[in-house]
């Protein structure tokens, strides 16, 4: 006689096919859960990515605006440097002037270092004219200003190259005074 088994198989099998259904529908379902994460991951992965980028961008433009604060900088010292080069021709312009004045205007007076008198010497006669009183230091400069005609002329009274002690303090007030009503300078003391 056949007898039943104790345990029936089925009652095994029942749960077992439950999970496995149940295993199964998920492995349905994992595609479209699969993607919303795949796809949230992306986004985020883009999101990550698009961070990095802004941020590399922020430093390009940081960098580009420094270079061009250091470019501005430069133009604006460009433009000093154009300053500086018009004055510096200004200034050999005004040198070149002055020194044609003095050549043309100036006229040198001599001091004698052995007796602290003045003299004047004369190319055109070549000789050499004392100066021994305010009567000769007049006429000489009536003469000079009628040869130089409307000219403003400059007198230098030019010290003795090596200190001799002249001209005495009585001596430069009396110069002084004898030129003071033209344009006059000591040349040659420091």
Known sequence: MIHLPRRSVTRFFIPL?????LLFCIFLLMPFVGEESAEAQAKKGEAEDQTEELERLRRQVQRQKEELAKLRELRDLRGALAEIE??????????????QYLQHNARILDIDGKTGEIGYYDHEARKRIPIDSEKSAHELIQRLRQSAGEKD?????????????????KQEDAYKRWFAKTNYAFVGRD
């Not at 096919?17 to 259904?21: A, N, T």
């Not at 018009?86 to 020194?99: G, H, I, P, S, T």
Request: proline share 6%; charged share 30%; glycine share 2%.
């Open 17 to 21: 096919i439950d999970v496995l259904l």
């Open 86 to 99: 018009r004055l510096r021709d200004q200034v050999k312009q005004l040198a070149q002037k002055r020194l």
């Open 153 to 169: 002329l400059l007198f230098l009274l030019v010290y003795p190259r090596e200190d001799s002690g002249y001209p005495i303090l």
